[in-house]
């Protein structure tokens, strides 16, 4: 008999960072809310939330980040105004962020890093597996990452996190992955997790990149977890202790993904992923790539 395990339905999504590397952008703005085309990068997120069936979403704010509220909440006097106007297309896309979701929130009052704001989690989502999912991070809507790891903590239990392999030599800005292959050419077991490791003493090129599914039993290792990086509490260190001992939280897997990923936490890969999604949209791409080859063709 196959064992019943309970259905994923919330998503957590981290948000109360400063945003330093976006300065002065990020002063007054949070970086969250910084456009990515013509939506800000903290709704990308939570459409991939909810295409993977997570309708419930938590967001783990800090000060100034009222915006993210009131981006996923109705603007009345705007919708009216666009009504009156009837400039139906424009209003269709105001409404879609605040009909997206079930959206809850919560202050991380103290900046203690990744793991305490998970654990600032704990009181939604209680004993229910959950979602991660890092506003850093985009994951093209093409190559279903979540869907993928969702399906695979149903079939496993335990904790799932997203891995791609990455030049050896940048292995240290990332939280690293021991892992032994399964019987699915995506999926491998976790044995150890080491955060940004000095590239010699890596154990593998799987970096972790800001998906993860976790067992509720992480809330536990992260109240005993002592800062680590950082003077942080990191997820990663509380996720090796999982990993190590699977009678914690049942075991850890890694999804391997292949697919198209747009890093908007760097300012060189946030313009990066803008040039790559206006090119591939349907009404701006056509035009866009052509002002594009000319600039590149004349001009570099």
Known sequence: MTESRTRIRKAVIPAAGLGTRFLPATKATPKEMLPVVDKPAIQYVVEEAVTAGLSDVLMVTGRNKRPLEDHFDRNYELEEALSRKGDRSRLARVQE??????????????????????????PHVGD???????????????????????????EHGGSVIALMEVDPAQIGMYGCAAATPTGDDDV???????????????????????????DPAVFEVLRKTEPGRGNEIQLTDALQVLASDSSIGGPVHGVVFKGRRYDTGDRGDYLRAIVRLACEREDLGPDFRTWLRSYVTEEM
């Open 97 to 122: 962020s605040s009909d997206l979701a079930t959206m809850h929130y919560v202050r991380q009052g103290d900046p203690r890093g990744l793991g305490h704001a998970v654990l600032c989690a704990e």
């Open 128 to 154: 229910q597996p959950f979602a991660v999912l890092l506003g850093d991070d985009l994951i093209d809507p093409r190559d279903p990452l979540l869907q993928r790891m969702v399906q695979v903590q149903e």
């Open 188 to 214: 491998v077991t976790v044995s150890d997790l080491v955060e940004k490791p000095d590239p010699a003493d890596a154990p593998s090129n799987l970096a972790i990149i800001g998906r993860y599914v976790l």
